[in-house]
C-alpha cells in the first residue's frame, strides 16, 4: 500500500485525443527506460488484442482480452476504439513497512477506450508499462447499458511464445499449499494429478490450470512471471493453459451458484501484471505490485509494526503437543461444555507454564512477540464438520490464563500475539469480530494471526472467491478500527 | 414462547420400561380425552411406522418415519424398538402476548429409543398425544456413531386415508406469497403451474409439492392440518405428494450445495404436527404450535409490547408515492452518494411533512405506531442486482428527519416503527445490525419490521433452509439484546 500524501504528486497527463476512428487501428507503449514495448489494436471481430515485447524479443504474442457476462452479449468483441489517452508518472513514495524505505512508482500510460456499438457502451482497457513489466486492467465507466452485471468468465490471454518451462502449482479455488513443480508447458498435463497432494479444503478447476503468481522461463534466458495487483471486490484470476499453442487464459474463482463475479460500475478488475526481464533476481525486486495496489487508505499508521515472533506453532503440527485441552469429548458445545470439568489430555500445547517459557526464550532472543494457537475452547470438534458455532474467539482453555500471560510477557518487552483460527466458518467470524477485537484491545494484545482451514461456510463458496475476498477485506479493516495488525492466513 | 417460570410445574413422568425386546413390536398412545389414538411399530425392514385415530376413524394409515443421511447408511430402516417411556404433562401457562391470558399444555407422552443395531446407534422419537392432535419429533442423543451428520432428506410421512380436499400453495424454498387454491389432492399435479404466480424469489421444488402449514378436509368431515413446531437450526419442512397413494412425505430446503440439514448430537428436529377435529373451529383454536415451541427464554419481558400500527406502505405498494428518492440514479455507492446533490422525484412517501400527517391519524385514532418504509439511502437500486452492500439502515433521506419525526410522534403519544429492509443481503445485515438498532435505541424506536425481498445473498441459500433460520433467530436475539422487537416477515 503507497502514502496517500505523496501519492497525487507528479502526475503528468498528456491527453492524446484522435480524431478520426479510421486511425485508431493499433497503438503502441513504450516502458519510461524503452526497453518494454506493446502493442493494442482490435482484430476484424472487434476483439481487443494486445502483445508485449522486451529488448526487441516477443514476451508476449498478440492476446486477446475480454470478459463473458451473464446474461448479456458480453463484453468479448464487437469494439472498436474509440479514445486514447497516453500519461507518465513519476514518483517516490515511502511505504508503510517492507524492505525499503522509499518505491519508485514510474511509468508510460495508455487508457485505451473501446465503444461497443451494437451494446451502445463503452470501457476502458488502462495499460501501465513499468521498466519491469507491464500492468492492465479493465474499467467500466457508469453508462445506460453497463451498471449492474456478473461475470462469467474473463478472458484475458497471455500467449507464449514456446514450451516454456513454468514454476507451477495446480490451479485451486481453495489452496496454494502445494509443493512447486518444475517442468516444460507441455508437460503440465501430465504431472498435475501428482501435483494435487492432499489438503484440508481443495478444488483444482483443470487438468492444465495452475496458480498466479506464475513464474516462467523461456529456452533463450528470458523471465517472466504473471500475477494480479488490486484485488479488491473480486475474484482471484487463476491460470488455465491451451497447451496446444501455450496460450495461458485467466479463470476466476466461482461462487456458489458458478458466478464468478457481481459488478457494479463505475468499477475496476484488479491488474493483470507481466514482469519480464533477463536477469532472474529483477523479477523478486520488482515492485509493480506494490506500485499498483491502491495507496494506504489510513492517516495515522503508526500501530503498525512488523514484529519478529516465535509460536507455539510446530510443535504442534509436528504432533508434540495439541491444541486440544481433552481428547475425552467427541464434540464441543460452546457455551454449555464446561471445561473445567473435563480430562485434560496432559499435551496441551497453550498452557500457562510452557507459554511463560517461550515468553522467555523470546526475551532473551530478541524476539518481539510470541504467538501460542490453542488457547481458546473448541479445537476438540474444530475440523472436518461444517461447524458452524465453532469458536468464539474470546473464552481461553482453563490452563491459559490471558490476564497473567500477557502481564509476564509486557514485564519481559515481549507481546502475545493473538491466533483467530475460523475453521472457514466466516459468519461466525464477522459475528464475534467485535467482541474478538476489544478482547485483545483490554488484554494488550496488538497482532492477529487468522486461519481459514477447511472448506468455506457459507457452503458453496471457495477461499478465493469475491464472497471471500470482501471477507478478507473487511476483517482487516475491522481489525484497524481497533488499531490491530490482521495477519490473514488464506489456508493454512 | 412459554414463560420458563411454569414451565417444569407439573411434570408427572411414569416411565415404563419393557425388559424382554419381543414384547416391544407395537405401542398405542391415546389422548387425555380418549378421543385420539396412535399406534407405533416396526416393520419387518426396521422402519419406524405409525398411525392415527380421531374418534375411531383414521386420520393417518401407517406412515413411515426416518432420515438419509450424507455419507452414512441413514436413519431409515434396521430400528428394534429398545425403549418406551411415557409420561403425562398438565399445565397452564401464560404467553407474552397473544388472544388469551392462559394456555393449557395437556399431553400424554410417549418416547421410543429405537435401536439400529448394524450402526451401533440409538434415537428417539418422542410422540405428544393432545387432546386436539398429534406432535412428534426426532431426537438424536450424543453417542459414538451419532455425532455429527448430515440431513439429505428427511423421510417423515403423512399417509391419508384417500382424495382429500387441500387448501394448499405450492411448495417453495423462497416464499409464501401465493394465493390458495382449493382442489382434491389428485388435481394437485394438474393445477400447480397455474398456482405458481410471479414473485422476487421463487424455488418451486416438485409438481406435487406444497407448503405447510397445510389444511386439509375429508369426505367424511374431518379436518386435519399439516405442520411443524420449534423449528430451530434445521430447515423448514415442505410436503410432497404421492398421488397415486395420496402420501405425503416432508421435503426440507436444501442449502447451496444441495445438502439439507447440518446437525450435531445431542440435538432435536422440530416437532412435526396433525392437528385434527371434525369441527372446522378447532384447527385455528389449536395452541398445539404454541404448546411445542420452547418456553420464553427471557425473564424480562417487559419491553415487549404488540401494537397497532398504520403505515407509510400501502400507497408505496400501490404506487401513489415511492420508496426511492430519487429517479435520476441508475445506480447507488452508499457512502459515496450525496443524496443532497440529487434531484428529488417528489413522489417520496417517507418524507417529513406526509409522516407526521400519519402520526396525526394515528393519534387521533387510537393507533400505537407508525411504519414508515423507504425512509433510508439505497432504494434507487435496491431490488433485483444481487447487490451485496444494499442499505446500512441508519441514513436518512434527506427529507426524513429521523430526530424532528421522532420528537413529533413521542409529543402525540405515537411511535414510529422501523423498518429494515434488507434486500435478502444478509451477510451485509448482520454486519451493520448492532449500530442499527443502537440508531433505534438512540432515537426513541422500539420496534423493525424486517424484510428480506429477493434471492438470498449468499447466493445458493434459501429463504427456508437452515442458513436463514440461523439467520432470522440471530436477528431477534440481536434486537432483544437492545430491547427491540423483531416484526420479521420473511419475504415480503
Not at 478482547?439 to 469475491?466: C, L, T, W
Request: proline fraction near 4%.
Amino acid at each position: 500500500m503507497r502514502n496517500m500524501k505523496t501519492f497525487y504528486a507528479k502526475l503528468m497527463t498528456m491527453a492524446l485525443l484522435l480524431c478520426a476512428a479510421g486511425m485508431l487501428k493499433a497503438q503502441s507503449l513504450t516502458s519510461p527506460n524503452g526497453e518494454l514495448q506493446m502493442n493494442f489494436s482490435v482484430s476484424p471481430q472487434g476483439e481487443p488484442v494486445y502483445d508485449l515485447a522486451y529488448k526487441g524479443r516477443t514476451v508476449l504474442k498478440p492476446s486477446k482480452l475480454g470478459l463473458e457476462l451473464k446474461d448479456d452479449p458480453g463484453l468479448m468483441d464487437g469494439f472498436s476504439i474509440a479514445d486514447v489517452k497516453t500519461a507518465t508518472f513519476d514518483e517516490t513514495w515511502e511505504p508503510v513497512w517492507g524492505e525499503e524505505k522509499q518505491i519508485r512508482n514510474h511509468y508510460n500510460e495508455m487508457a485505451v477506450t473501446l465503444n461497443q456499438k451494437a451494446q451502445e457502451r463503452n470501457i476502458v482497457i488502462r495499460f501501465r508499462l513499468f521498466d519491469d513489466g507491464l500492468g492492465f486492467r479493465y474499467e467500466f465507466p457508469l453508462q445506460k447499458n453497463l451498471n449492474y452485471f456478473v461475470i462469467k468468465e474473463e478472458h484475458t490471454q497471455f500467449a507464449m511464445t514456446g514450451d516454456h518451462t513454468a514454476f507451477w502449482i495446480p490451479g485451486d479455488y481453495d489452496t496454494q499449499e502445494y509443493d512447486y513443480t518444475e517442468s516444460k508447458l507441455s508437460e503440465i498435463r501430465g504431472l498435475i494429478k501428482g501435483a494435487i497432494t492432499p489438503n484440508s479444503s481443495q478444488t483444482p478447476f483443470s487438468e492444465t490450470g495452475v496458480q498466479t503468481a506464475l513464474q516462467l522461463k523461456t529456452a533463450d534466458g528470458l523471465y517472466i512471471n504473471l500475477h494480479e495487483a488490486a484485488l479488491v471486490d473480486y475474484s482471484c484470476m487463476h491460470l488455465n493453459l491451451d497447451d496446444k499453442n501455450f496460450v495461458f487464459e485467466s479463470w476466476l474463482t466461482p461462487d456458489a451458484v458458478g458466478d464468478k463475479g457481481y459488478l457494479q460500475a463505475p468499477c475496476v478488475s484488479p491488474w493483470r501484471t507481466v514482469i519480464v526481464s533477463d536477469d532472474a533476481r529483477d523479477i523478486l525486486a520488482s515492485r509493480i505490485t506494490l506500485n499498483l495496489n491502491e495507496p494506504c487508505a489510513y492517516d495515522d499508521v503508526s500501530w503498525i509494526k512488523p514484529v519478529k515472533y516465535v509460536g507455539v506453532w510446530w510443535e504442534l503440527i509436528a504432533g508434540k503437543s495439541t491444541w486440544a485441552y481433552t481428547d475425552e469429548l467427541p464434540s464441543v458445545k460452546l457455551g454449555v461444555l464446561d471445561y473445567s470439568k473435563t480430562k485434560p489430555n496432559g499435551r496441551h500445547g497453550a498452557n500457562n507454564e510452557h507459554v511463560k517459557k517461550y515468553i522467555d526464550f523470546a526475551a532473551a532472543n530478541g524476539l518481539d512477540q510470541v504467538l501460542v494457537e490453542g488457547w481458546n475452547e473448541g479445537w476438540e470438534d474444530w475440523f472436518g464438520k461444517s461447524k458452524d458455532y465453532v469458536f468464539d474467539f474470546v473464552s481461553p482453555y482453563p490452563d491459559f490464563d490471558v490476564k497473567m500471560l500477557n502481564q509476564y510477557a509486557h514485564s519481559k518487552g515481549v507481546k502475545l500475539m493473538m491466533h483467530h483460527e475460523t475453521s472457514a466458518s466466516v459468519r461466525n467470524y464477522e459475528r464475534h469480530m467485535d467482541k474478538a477485537y476489544q478482547f485483545m484491545v483490554d488484554n494488550g494484545y496488538n497482532a492477529v494471526k487468522s486461519g481459514y482451514v477447511g472448506n468455506i461456510i457459507p457452503r458453496g463458496e471457495h477461499h478465493y472467491g469475491q464472497w471471500m475476498n470482501n471477507h478478507y477485506r473487511y476483517a482487516v479493516k475491522k481489525a484497524a478500527e481497533y488499531k490491530i495488525i490482521q495477519v490473514s492466513q488464506v489456508n493454512q
